[in-house]
């Protein structure tokens, strides 16, 4: 995990995570350093061939791990349903990342649902997951949920009058929105487990400038090539 030390994370034997979005980058970095902690981590993507690569990858590093791999697609609701589904053959689940997201896509693209692609992905397909995963999450004895956000949600705003930027779509605009959409979902998560007993902890949390290839998928041209040139220089590795 970028910027977190592996002795820094306390035993997570017993405990169960998912990941979104784990078959690479921050994601998988936070499934390697859990498993080596001790936790059972279901990492999920959209990528089967990558989802086993990973899943592969962890086990010669960390041999015996207890790992495995979902196919979940954020950007559609239904397949958000039937993964949930499958969990619920499951006791508890102790910690959920909502780590998966794509960013600044140059042209304004939907989801199988016709939301959005940013705030479809980013912000409506992690709430659904976490909606669908709660009955799980309010059985475990300390549950948490990691919302990843961005410093971007300083420059965001929710546009109520155009919130699926239908009208007038901006890349970065929009990623901002999901990711300020996000930290308020964070926000008011663990406002509502206090009001409720949840005893569900909520966090948000900005992983810096992270070297993943976010940037290689998301806004291209000049951004990209920009990114790529200084990522030596102000970035940190994703693990």
Same mark, same amino acid.
């Given at each position: 995990m970028a910027g977190l030390a592996q002795t820094e994370i306390p035993s997570q034997l017993g405990r169960t995570a998912v990941i979104t979005g784990a078959t690479g980058g921050l994601?998988?970095? /936070? &499934?390697?350093?859990?498993?080596?902690a001790g936790a059972e981590v279901i990492?999920?993507?959209?990528?089967?061939?990558k989802g086993q690569s990973a899943i592969e990858k962890i086990s010669r590093e960390m041999p015996g791990a207890k790992t495995s791999y979902e196919s979940v697609d954020l950007a559609s609701l239904a397949s958000i349903a039937a993964?949930?589904?499958?969990?619920?053959?499951?006791?508890?689940?102790d910690l959920l990342i909502n780590n998966a997201g794509v960013m600044a896509l140059p042209?304004?693209?939907t989801t199988a649902d016709g939301f959005e692609t940013q705030f479809g992905t980013n912000y409506l397909g992690h709430f659904a997951l /976490? &909606?669908?995963l709660m009955p799980l999450l309010r059985r475990a004895t300390a549950p948490r949920v990691v919302n990843i956000s961005s410093l971007a949600h300083r420059t965001g705003s929710i546009d109520f009058d155009d919130l699926q930027g239908a009208r007038v779509y901006s890349p970065w605009k929009a990623y901002g929105q999901s990711k300020l959409a996000m930290l308020i979902?964070?926000?008011?998560?663990?406002?509502r487990s206090d009001a409720s007993g949840w005893k569900l902890t909520s966090n948000a949390a900005h992983p810096g400038f992270a070297r993943t290839n976010l940037f290689a998928s998301g806004p291209g041209g000049l951004v990209s090539l920009a990114s790529g040139f200084v990522a030596p220089?102000?970035?940190?590795?994703a693990d």
């Open positions: 994601g998988y970095e /936070t &499934a390697l350093a859990l498993a080596k990492l999920t993507g959209r990528d089967d061939q993964f949930a589904q499958r969990m619920h053959a499951r006791q508890s689940l042209r304004r693209q /976490t &909606a669908r979902f964070a926000l008011e998560l663990q406002r220089f102000f970035s940190a590795p």
